[in-house]
């Protein structure tokens, strides 16, 4: 992509009002502009970053053998008031009347629709286990929305939700999600711990967040500091086996939210390993068992040909919070410090004297070679100074920089520059290219 | 992806309010769901083949030059009274309060965003031209929705906005866009006819609707027939050249909705060239000139340093509408024939006797030799019976299907039966691999 013909507004300095580093940052990287309270608009950088997001979700979830489908936003008042949730939720539910004087709702989760969905068509123990999942913009008129995208009213979120037999199975699905989560976030770069949590407006008896720690988050949180540094298990599990050994390792060690916080049990966990910190919260996964089911008469036959309400979890995690969240993790006082799997572009181009036909051509022929590479590549063909680029390369956090400028070009040579260890090299363009493809120069 | 894991709730017969055949075929391939009139779930199938239009119309809005960003689905009312749209809109918009008795609204459409958005950042005609679009949920509440997707209420829309210096350089973005469109169709097996349209309350005086010709068209349209197999003009376009002659020759032809109908013009086109037929709208075009820039002060710098108010246009795609179109274009009485660019999966593979060991593993092993080579599986592996396993995988369409059963393996055979033709040959299980795969057999 060529910057003369993207479209990247960034900005010297961030609007006052934001508060945290990454709400400063997304705004001053061009990557959200605010449309109004807790709504923003997604321009092009910050786009891609979302979509990259989105689909590490999506193929995570796949691979735990989710399947995606997509509920509207706009729901029917009536299937919240079978689940008695309707008048339950609240102000921060956006509550809509349309032409026809119909009670509709913009969804801020969507447990009643999709059970909806599931009672409609499913009708056997045969089809179970079950877990459909989306993700789709929710909003939630919250009373003070802040932060960016980190407490945002329309937001983006993958929710997925489970359908099983009875509780035994249900708890399989549930460690499934809780597995596939930590791998979600490893994926992005977090190290993500998760903790027991209170169910909240969703219900239910078991629930784990998980938690960023990060000096701006906006909880307070409580752990045993191995959880922090413990990884997470990578793709190759057998996700229809046992996965309980798995979530065992990490519920075994203290850790919950302040809602959830035992002082004895927390004081049980020796003295250098107990860790209280600010978190953010980017997960968030419940089992309640027949909460929805019951009263929405969910039922499926079971082996024995008798009707029994299905058990259900949901897991919910915020992709577009995930943005704030990632860079709140990874900054440093010249920009975003992007994880190389969710950048919005693998490598800058700096073309530091354009016009120049060395130059040019040297740039072009790069370009042209890492995208036939299949890297996705941000060329800045502008006319704006060196220093100017530099500066815009780090601020939106490109994880490899190569420039090019007349002089060292005049012997061969291009200089690369990783951001995140800002380390320099000044090497052969083919080189450089090798390098960058991971493939041996020619 | 194997059936058995898989929500594919076909349905044996549609309901009675389904009028049309892509709604009833919809609903009975296990694609959407009706949640509230107009509103619709995407049940897994339904979400494949959208993913594949959306990316389809990406791909060649890039192609063309344009920049993807997303607006949010809420906008605030003040930028409608700002064009004086807000009241002039009428009931199809629908109106939302939020808890601090804010004015928003569930976006019909973004002209007054987008031409914010451009306010907000571009002061230069250095910058121009610039194209911004997005993809993104629009509701419009419509009296009567029906026709399932073709006339929903929340509908998914790719929506283009293109801002110039002049009008000269203004007509040449709205040639881009007219040039992709013809592209965008073609890719998905359509036949569309750019014809001269109304502008209704988008305004300006320069507008094309892009019209698929069905029996089930929800207007009278009026053209040439040569335009029907004109073709598209390819990606191997100039796109920053002149394509005023690609324009040309299809505007050269008459070709109107009715609301713009000429009689007299029509009756010039030779009388065995004259088409009247109805027609679905897939896409529609719009120049406006200063129509928003003015009211909302979209200025730039010219290059004699005075403030002028650009020029746009607007270009919008049906994305979740097209499914319907495509449906409407491509049946038969077994069910779906999609064209292959848009296929949920390339191939289905039919076991016909699960459980069975040479069945099994042959499956097994074409399945895998399929996803190696990058295609898209559905394997069938549920314990139906032969009969319904092909009725399904005919009326979701599949447009290869490999169907293995115990008999003819026997013999080392499988049968490789082709949906859009009903060919169906028997051959080994190499040799079938091969030829879906464009591989010579081993």
Request: glycine content about 8%.
């Amino acid at each position: 992509m060529r910057l003369s013909r993207y479209f990247l507004p960034t900005l010297k300095e961030a609007p006052s009002d934001a508060q945290i580093v990454s709400h400063q940052l997304m705004l001053r990287a061009g990557m959200i502009k605010q449309e109004a309270a807790g709504i923003y608009a997604w321009l092009p950088l910050g786009l891609r970053v979302l979509k990259k997001v989105e689909q590490i979700v999506r193929e995570e979830m796949n691979r735990a053998g989710a399947v995606e489908l997509l509920m509207p936003t706009i729901q029917l008042a009536d299937l919240w008031r079978e689940s008695g949730r309707y008048e339950a939720y609240g102000d921060e539910m956006l509550r809509i009347v349309d032409r026809h004087k119909r009670d509709l709702l913009y969804g801020p989760t969507a447990e009643e629709v999709v059970t909806d969905i599931f009672r409609a068509y499913v009708k056997s123990y045969k089809d179970l286990p079950l877990n459909l999942y989306n993700i789709q913009w929710k909003f939630r008129d919250e009373r003070r929305p802040r932060f960016g995208v980190m407490r945002g009213r329309e937001f983006l979120m993958k929710d997925a939700y489970s359908f099983d037999l009875d509780e035994a199975s249900a708890r399989k699905a549930y460690n499934r999600m809780f597995v596939a989560y930590l791998n979600v976030f490893a994926r992005m770069g977090l190290k993500a711990v998760p903790m027991r949590a209170d169910t909240g407006p969703i219900g239910g008896d078991l629930s784990h967040e998980f938690i960023i720690l990060a000096d701006t988050g906006e909880s307070q949180v409580f752990c045993h500091k191995d959880l922090v540094e413990m990884g997470a298990p990578g793709p190759d599990v057998d996700w229809y086996g046992d996965l309980q050994p798995l979530v065992d390792q990490r519920t075994a060690l203290y850790a919950a939210t302040e809602e959830m916080h035992d002082e004895a049990a927390f004081a049980a966990v020796p003295a250098d390993k107990q860790l209280s910190a600010r978190g953010i919260e980017v997960g968030h996964i419940f089992y309640f068992g027949e909460k929805y089911s019951k009263p929405m008469k969910a039922n499926v036959a079971g082996p024995d040909g008798k009707d029994v309400a299905v058990h259900m979890g949901s897991y919910g995690v915020g992709v577009s919070r995930l943005l704030g969240a990632i860079i709140e993790a990874s900054h440093d006082e010249g920009g975003i410090i992007w994880p190389d799997a969710v950048a919005p572009f693998d490598v800058g181009v700096l073309n530091l004297r354009v016009g120049d036909e060395a130059c040019d051509a040297a740039c072009d022929k790069v370009v042209a070679a890492l995208e036939a590479a299949g890297l996705e590549v941000l060329y800045d063909d502008t006319d704006n100074r060196p220093g100017g680029k530099f500066a815009t390369a780090d601020l939106i956090g490109l994880p490899h920089q190569l420039i090019i400028g007349p002089k060292a070009l005049a012997e061969g040579n291009v200089e690369l520059k990783h951001r995140a260890t800002g380390e320099r090299s000044v090497t052969s363009l083919d080189a450089a290219i090798a390098q960058l493809t991971g493939k041996a120069a020619a």
